[in-house]
């Protein structure tokens, strides 16, 4: 049985699974067209609309419509129509995207919190001024709901990291003494809860796809659902090895085309780590726990650093 097969839908990331920048990730794309189950791409990145989402995926050969595409704004105004009413007014912080996943639920977007907004939704956008920053804390003091698109401190770039929406988020906190009411991206679970629902499957039935533990798999726990952690992204192995519980993956793998392999061929893997979670787990609190990886292990390892699947930290939000 292909590991596939034991799924009814996939929810993927996207930078660092699918792509690096702009550019597919090696097997990428082959795989998921040889899945021939439903998929959500799901990303954090409130700045881009869906469909340049879409077009993107679709320069790199995959057959998309937009709304296979989710975005933490999409999110953001999913979890919004479950505590306000549809045509209320929000200020929108970020770049497009957000504004536009507002309109698509049926809210009106607003620039200014002198416009009496109910809701304010925070996004990333590389056109952000303090102004806008001012106008969301001036929002959230007169007692507007305050939701986060996500909580990313940190926006890697080809010059360095720079300010994500995390740091943009906190600059508002420092100013109203508290943090967002809600947040919809990743690690948090609505993000993830948006994709099952637009898939119609339950969640147990979805496999998660990501690069990263402590925002792609730590969210598909909390939302319940089996991952898939690929080595062609940000962490490694060794990172997987020390994760702490909520943040360890179910399967892991060089690469995507994992998903077309045999499910026998990714047990050693799983198994291996299972042993290595629980010696950790067993340890005394504090104790430093110094193992050699397994041989498995190792061999992942290795395959990871010499491959094109070598760590990449230039990724979008």
Request: net charge negative.
């Amino acid at each position: 049985m292909r590991l596939v097969d034991r799924y009814a839908a996939i929810v993927c990331d996207l930078d660092g699974v699918v792509y690096r920048g702009d550019p597919a990730v090696p097997f990428a794309v082959e795989s998921l067209r040889e899945a021939g189950i439903p998929i959500q791409f799901a990303t954090n990145n409130a700045s881009r609309p869906p469909s340049a989402v879409g077009d993107h995926l679709r320069r790199l050969g995959l057959e998309v419509d937009d709304s296979s595409v989710a975005t933490s704004s999409q999110a953001a105004a999913w979890v919004l129509s479950q505590h306000v009413e549809a045509g209320a007014r929000v200020l929108a912080i970020g770049g497009q995207g957000v504004a536009d996943a507002l309109t698509d639920a049926g809210f009106v977007p607003v620039s200014a919190a002198d416009e009496e907004p109910v809701a304010v939704v925070q996004g990333y956008g590389p056109a952000v001024t303090a102004t806008d920053l001012a106008q969301a804390a001036y929002a959230v003091e007169r007692g507007a709901l305050w939701l986060a698109t996500n909580t990313d401190h940190t926006l890697p770039t080809a010059s360095g990291y720079a300010p994500g929406n995390g740091a943009l988020v906190l600059a508002v906190g420092a100013a109203v003494g508290r943090g967002p009411d809600l947040v919809a991206g990743k690690p948090d679970e609505p993000l993830y809860l948006m994709c099952a629902e637009r898939l119609g499957v339950a969640p147990g039935e979805v496999l998660a796809i990501g690069d990263r533990l402590e925002t792609d798999i730590e969210g598909a726990h909390h939302a319940g659902m089996e991952s898939l952690l690929v080595l062609t992204g940000v962490h490694g192995i060794r990172d997987a090895v020390t994760a702490p519980p909520q943040a360890r993956p179910t399967w892991v793998a060089g690469d995507l085309r994992a998903l077309v392999a045999d499910v026998e061929s990714l047990e050693p893997i799983a198994s291996a780590l299972g042993e290595e979670w629980n010696a950790r787990d067993a340890a005394p609190t504090g104790s430093d726990v110094a193992r050699v990886l397994p041989e498995v292990l190792a061999f992942l390892e290795a395959r990871h650093v010499m491959s094109d699947g070598a760590p990449q930290r230039v990724r979008s939000e």
